[in-house]
């Protein structure tokens, strides 16, 4: 059976050190919702050919767990888990489309384990808080030996669970935007708790005297990786928000996507529902924005 | 490498040996012969390995061992004191609830750890119970008669919930 070693480095200096050590595969592991399970699965295989011991780099204690209301931009720490992101107050308060996604995440047991940066970096196209993040408008900041670097969230995802992250870069925090406009996330998903998404959606709309002033409109678990809606959105800047057209644009997320059949839905459903999806998100985000 | 893991479980000191890449649930029920949480799935889908951990309800299975060093573990053994039944499990045996038991413990922890966070016992609703369990599955599909019994137990049916280390609130 493969070797698997378990560190728990408090600086980022032994983090990076036992990170870029030869002969030995390394993983960081926050939650471990995603990963532990992988492990598990991996451990009761008969192995078919040998792999090199697996590093396990455990991040809870380099203190990532913070959250940081800088007025007009909000920083949240990785290793934040859902559970607390959900109770903070001024992600309720200023991020409302990611606090709607945290509500939607699995259930109260994974959300207590499970982190923010997890559910990124996993870069599954179905995690529930990228389309949230990604039309508030967000900035990844990886950090590795060599120093920090941002990256826009937009261009985060490369692949189904592939980002711009080399090996060995740690995502330290998120930074983002606040912004004056409304913002909704909307999920459908086989039941309604404990479950993937088999389409998700979230929307961010700026109005002036109900005239679509800004919008961002994302969709996922469509495509390889959750995608921008530009059609929809061209089709609803400087347009009065209303049913028809919100429906109207909604119908053109057909060009952004690029639905799969898996174990969850078939292409076709995927392909029908996303108008309906992101419909709502774009509703209920003019909706609070009114109100 | 196998390494030497020391946690409280149940209010007790104890140590175990495990593997660096060993669960949470792999160092209870083969470290230390505590088989209550069982292991369902392996997958963090069923919650048949709930246990809690510093107060929260966890999945024993996607938790590394060695990432609960020097935490408070509890699980449904530690529950009864003196003998008798902490009221989450009374409630389920009064009501009937578990049929063939298999997700009991995992149940009985996550509304233990639901009960001991919620700020108003008075005032829960159904969807508030229901959604505190839902991430735990029973295949003997006994979901309603849990959620009336956890509501049962919050309401003092069952004896006043206890505060003390049992509870799991002061873990
Ligand atoms: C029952 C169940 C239900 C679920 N429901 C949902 C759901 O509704 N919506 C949803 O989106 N997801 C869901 N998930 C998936 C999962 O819980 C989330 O993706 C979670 O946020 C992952 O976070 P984690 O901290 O557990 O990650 P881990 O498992 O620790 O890590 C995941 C991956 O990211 C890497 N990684 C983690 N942190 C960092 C970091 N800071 N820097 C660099 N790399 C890092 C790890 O190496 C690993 O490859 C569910 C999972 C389960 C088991
Ligand atoms: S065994 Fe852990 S959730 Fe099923
Ligand atoms: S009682 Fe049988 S699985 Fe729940």
Redesign the pocket.
Known sequence: MREYEYHAPESFGRLFELASADGVESRFLAGGTDLTPRISAERNQIPRYKKPPLRILYLGALGLDSVTDAGEDVTIGALCTLSSLLENAVVKAKLPALHEALTEMAGVSIRNTATIGGNIMNASPAADSVPALLVLGTECTLRSASGERRVALAEFFTEPGKTVAKPGEVLVSVTVKAGRGGSSFKKLGRRKAETLSVVNAAAYVELRDGVCEAVRVAVGSAAPTVVRCADTERALVGRKIGEDSIRAASSLVEKAISPIDDIRASAWYRGRVAPTVVARAISAAAERKRG | MSRILKFNLNGNPAEVKVGEADTL?EALREGLAFTSP?????????????VIVNGDAV????VIALTAEGKNVWTVDGLAKGGKLHPVQKAFHEYGAPQCGYCTPGMVMAAVAFLNRHPSLSSLTEEEVKDALSGNLCRCGGYKKYAQAVIAAARGDFGPLPEQEGSGKNV
């Open positions: 649930l069982k292991c369902g799935c392996n997958h963090g889908d069923c919650g048949a390995c709930t999945k024993s299975c996607t």
